[in-house]
């Protein structure tokens, strides 16, 4: 398949997914493709990437005494979700500019050469080192051992119809991070990154469909694709998985009934994003999956609210 030409009104197509107006366009020209290259108009993925460790830290026990890692966390996700969505466009270059939602991204388009992009990685990276030398020699053990997960994952899309389910091996991660930063590794933390596994496939088989058809076309592999007409039934499933496994979690975490009913409100979310969800409506799909942005915050509310009490 050819590669189409782009223009720079490309810049304003569907992968922007932002206001017509952010704090991007405030920047000097040369910044704005570095900043949206890093998705810096787009902080969704930085609170999916960030819930997680919060997760883990309060379930862990060391929200009151360690309560100063939330935002140390907060910025990690930023400064790494960036780097990994660099890493991401350096390396689909060639299947973004097949795929109409992202063929303006500043590398497909050559807003930005390949080697800048590597170096704007590294600085990114660099930046997210002070909060790895925060944690405690545990901890940045476990932070360190990500790496693998994302320098395999853009390739996942390639090789099985499942890249979901290594994003959410990936960007759940943070799970075990919070947990080692404040206790030592349990069975409870394990569950939990399981559920937080489950609860990525169901938001990023939804961001999938977004894609369907052009990914189709390009060959690429998602969720989406793999599920068909049973997309819905699927993310039903997903997000029934995360629930059960976030309650067996917080009861492994302190056995009782109250604990498990704190978990209402995120399945009562999970609920009205499963009924509401239309398989073929893009801009439905794209507000969906960002309001899981709320449903993390819900899961972590329920996490301070059991290891708090």
Known sequence: MGTPD??????????AERAPSTWVDALPAAARPYARLARFDRPIGSWLL???????????????????????????????????????DIVDRDLDRSVARTRSRPIASGAISVKRGWVWLVVLALCALPVLLALRPLAA??????????????????????????????????????????????WAMVVLYAAGLCWTLGYDTIYALQDIEDDALAGIKSSARALGERARSGIAGFYA?????????????????????????????????????????????????????EAGFLIFAACAFVATR
């Open 241 to 293: 998985a995360t629930i059960a496994l976030g309650g067996a979690a917080l009861w492994l975490t302190r056995p009782e009934p109250l604990g498990l009913l704190a978990l209402l409100p995120a399945a009562a979310h999970f609920g009205w994003q499963v009924a509401t969800l239309s398989d073929h409506d893009s801009a439905r799909a794209l507000r969906l999956f960002r309001s899981n942005r």
């Open 141 to 186: 053990g476990v932070a360190i051992g990500s790496l693998g997960l994302v320098a395999a994952y853009p390739f996942m899309k390639r090789i099985t119809w499942w890249p979901q389910a290594w994003l959410g091996l990936t960007f759940n991660w943070g799970v075990l991070v919070g947990w080692t930063a404040v206790a030592d590794p349990s």
């Open 50 to 88: 960030f819930w997680p460790c919060g997760w883990g830290l309060a379930a862990g026990g060391g929200l009151v005494t360690h309560w100063w890692l939330l935002p140390l966390f907060l910025f990690g996700a930023v400064a790494m979700r960036g780097a990994g969505c660099v890493y991401n």
């Open 6 to 15: 782009v223009k720079l009104a490309d810049t304003a197509s569907p992968d």
